[in-house]
C-alpha cells in the first residue's frame, strides 16, 4: 500500500465531515455577507426616511412664510437652514443621485431663501429642487432590497 492510497482512503472514509465543514463554512460567509447587506440597507433606509422628514419641515417652513406671510418660527427661512444642510449631509451617506440632488438643492436654497416671500421665480426654483429631492429619494427606497 503506498501513501496516496492512504490519503484516498482517509478523504473517503471522512468525506462525509469533510463536506459538512465546507457546507459550514460557506454558511457562515453567507451569512455575514447577507448581514452587512443588510445592515446597509437598514442605514440607508433610515437616513433616506430622515431626509424626507426634513424635506417636509423645510417645505412647511416656506409655505407658512411665502403664502401665510409668517417670519416666526413656523415660517423663518433662517430656520430652515438647518433642514437643507441635514438634508445635504443625511445624502452624503445615500446612492447616487441622492447626493447630486442635495447639492442642487442646497444651491437653490443658498441662492433664493431670502427672496422667497417677493419672488416667485425663487420660490419655484427651491421648490422644484424639493421635489426632484423627494423624487429621487421615494426611487431610493422602492430600489432597496
Given at each position: 500500500m503506498n501513501h496516496d492510497d492512504s490519503i484516498l482512503r482517509q478523504l473517503h472514509?471522512?468525506?462525509v465531515a469533510l463536506i459538512s465543514?465546507?457546507?459550514a463554512v460557506s454558511s457562515l460567509g453567507y451569512t455575514a455577507w447577507r448581514y452587512e447587506e443588510s445592515e446597509d440597507n437598514w442605514n440607508r433606509r433610515t437616513a433616506a426616511f430622515q431626509v424626507l422628514v426634513k424635506l417636509n419641515e423645510?417645505?412647511?417652513i416656506i409655505f407658512h412664510h411665502h403664502y401665510d406671510g409668517d417670519t416666526t418660527d413656523k415660517g423663518n427661512p433662517r430656520a430652515a437652514w438647518a433642514q437643507v444642510l441635514t438634508v445635504h449631509d443625511l445624502s452624503g451617506v445615500l446612492d447616487a443621485p441622492l447626493p447630486k440632488e442635495s447639492a442642487q438643492l442646497l444651491q437653490a436654497?443658498?441662492?433664493?431663501w431670502e427672496h422667497l416671500d417677493s419672488s416667485k421665480t425663487s420660490l419655484e426654483r427651491v421648490l422644484k429642487e424639493l421635489d426632484d429631492m423627494r423624487e429621487?429619494?421615494?426611487?431610493?427606497?422602492l430600489d432597496l432590497r
Open positions: 472514509r471522512n468525506a465543514l465546507a457546507v423645510l417645505q412647511q436654497w443658498r441662492d433664493n429621487a429619494t421615494k426611487a431610493l427606497l
